[in-house]
């Protein structure tokens, strides 16, 4: 299977983040896609593909602060990576606000996402590898691997959060949309809800956007990825949740991406993204699920056996050790 990556990915690297109340060594760390690529053995370096696409996803105005925030916060005296502490969800309304600290809470979802000098370069590197990846399928690959990194599925249009900050399946979603195909699906089987995928594509009726993650009742990130959340207007219905609970093994979680595909099958996707995070592993240091690495070559031959065009995009795993292994062997099943 061709897949794409670019080093430059791996220049992010946030020193720390709040973690349950405390400043711990970041866990979405440069070694997890380095550790995932000496596996593979080589990857292709993806086109250059500009901001266009990232642009038909994301607000300019979004951009343009990833771009310049970090400077902005160094100018300002500030020691460390830019982190915001208040956020605007009381009566919130178009404020035009200039303040560092403002624009870092109107952007954001939480505070463990830090942004760094490095960021706004790693993570459009990681959205050309997943355009990189689409493209390959669109111009008729069965499969492609794009190893992004920083994950992406947490960003929504106009905020990060989760450790992402571009939307990577989105952006290649909609690529492929402006590329002719009607009908796109998006299966996010990271451990945790791929918020920002589905708010980004709530009310629309041309990517379905279905979910196999921890019910945010107990796990990050909350407030979204519950099982009645179907989407609205033009995309009520193209929004479906599955949640499975902490300790789920293969086996629930099979039959869950079982439902999952049927509904994409129902929906009549030409093509498929799935936002694969390894983080379902049994060993993983944030997440609760029981996957084993052999259990990841099942789920990948269940998924090929769909039958679709299929684009896999990097999201979490965060057991550096076991996640090149992990990788492998969801690719080899596939
Ligand atoms: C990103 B992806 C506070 C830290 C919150 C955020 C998890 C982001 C996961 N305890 N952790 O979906 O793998
Ligand atoms: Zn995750």
């Known amino acids: 299977m061709r897949c794409f990556h670019d080093p430059g990915q791996l220049a992010h690297a946030p020193a720390t983040e709040l973690h349950n109340g405390e400043f711990v060594p970041y866990a979405e760390k440069p070694g997890r896609a380095a550790g995932i690529a000496a596996t593979l053995g080589s990857t292709e370096l993806p086109q250059d593909r500009g901001e266009a696409p990232i642009r038909a996803v994301h607000d300019a105005d979004y951009i343009e602060f990833l771009k310049t925030a970090p400077a902005r916060w160094a100018e ?19 404020l035009k606000l200039d303040r560092i600290d403002a624009l870092a809470g109107q952007y954001s979802i939480d505070a463990s996402t830090p942004l760094t000098a490095q960021t706004w370069d790693a993570a459009y590197r990681s959205v050309q590898s997943a355009l990189g990846a689409t493209h390959a399928v669109l111009e008729g690959e ?11 599925h947490h960003a929504g249009a106009d905020y990060l959060g989760g450790y992402c900050y571009l939307n990577h399946v989105a952006v290649a979603a909609q690529a492929a949309r402006d590329a002719g195909v009607e009908r796109v699906a998006i299966l996010d089987i990271d451990y945790h809800h791929g918020n920002g995928t ?24 909350f407030y ?30 099979r039959r869950a991406q079982e439902q999952a595909l049927a509904a994409i ?24 699920f029981a996957l084993e690495t052999a259990d990841y070559a099942v789920l990948g031959a269940d998924l090929s056996a769909a039958g679709l065009p299929t684009a896999i995009v990097m999201e979490g795993g965060y ?7 992990n990788v492998a062997s969801f690719l080899s099943g596939f």
């Open 319 to 325: 057991a550096v050790d076991a996640l090149g292994a």
């Open 198 to 221: 589905q708010d980004i594509f709530w009310e629309r009726g041309d990517v379905f956007f279905a979910s196999i993650h921890a019910d945010p009742a107990t796990d990050f990130p």
């Open 265 to 288: 099958e129902g929906f009549g996707a030409e093509l498929l993204l799935v936002s694969f995070g390894a983080d379902t592993y049994v060993g993983d240091p944030i997440s609760q």
């Open 224 to 253: 979204w990825g519950h099982a009645d959340e179907r989407g609205e207007g033009a995309g009520e219905g193209a929004t479906l949740n599955l949640p499975l609970p902490r300790g789920t093994g293969i086996d629930a979680f």
């Open 76 to 94: 300002a005296g500030r020691p460390g990576d830019v982190i915001g502490y208040i956020w605007p969800t009381v009566r919130k309304r178009a």
């Open 142 to 152: 069965r499969a492609a691997f794009a190893l992004s990194r920083p994950p992406g």
